[in-house]
């Protein structure tokens, strides 16, 4: 068996687990050492993203270099894949060309059906925890945006910035009434745009000229 190493670190995953490749590419060569491998080859994939599988070149080199008989190994189902479809998809890669997965942080080991059994379940439970990472993240700028809080980008138009929330600025949101009024009646962007320049109104930049675009811009956030 020759063992086909695979380790990864992303900028924000180093900062959470805190294993750096070295510490995984131990722990690779340990396996192996102690399964009999006739030869270990480790591929790196240092700053990237486990989001895809097809934008790592590591990750495609070591699938490349599996053949019959060989193991791919990986410190943690996360180092390999981020996502059900990936994951899925290289498992069955390695069962076309006859060889096995082991992860060593889950102990899985495809070798047998029970190891296939669960490499499946842990993949579609790990895509899970992050979707629910992920709404929870978009409840929590929800309840931040309703609240007046800022939530990130720049201060929008119609609002200042007082001590981390957002305060209505009077000026801005006398234009931004005159801009949906204006809307509402048929008034082109550019009409719009020209028709603000005529009554003095000032961008947020404080230029006295209108762009259509930022017209719009006002207008799309008044429908979000």
């Known amino acids: 068996m020759n063992a086909i190493g695979y380790v990864r670190v992303s900028t924000d995953g180093q900062a959470q687990d805190g294993v750096s490749l070295e510490a995984q590419e131990a722990k690779l060569r340990a396996w192996a050492d102690l399964n009999g491998a006739e030869s270990v080859t ?131 949101q006398k234009a931004i009434a005159l801009i949906r009024m204006l809307h509402k009646a048929g008034n082109s962007l550019r009409q719009i745009a020209r028709k603000l320049e005529a009554r003095g109104y000032r961008t947020k930049t404080g230029r006295t000229h209108w762009h259509p675009q930022s017209v719009k811009q006002i207008l799309e956030r008044q429908a979000a």
């Open 42 to 172: 480790i591929y790196r994939d240092a700053g990237l993203s486990g989001k895809r599988a097809d934008n790592r070149p590591g990750l495609q080199e070591a699938l490349n270099a599996v053949g019959k008989g060989d193991a791919l190994i990986v410190y943690s189902l996360s180092r390999l894949a981020r996502s059900t479809k990936d994951t899925i998809a290289i498992s069955e890669l390695l069962a076309k060309r006859e060889a096995d997965l082991v992860s060593l942080s889950e102990k899985i080991d495809t070798t047998t059906a029970a190891g296939k059994m669960v490499f499946r379940m842990l993949a579609v439970l790990s895509e899970f925890e992050r979707d629910q990472v992920s709404e929870r993240t978009r409840f929590a700028l929800a309840h931040k945006r309703a609240s007046g809080e800022k939530t990130g980008g720049d201060v929008p138009y119609g609002y200042q910035l007082e001590d981390g929330r957002l305060i209505k600025d009077a000026g801005e």
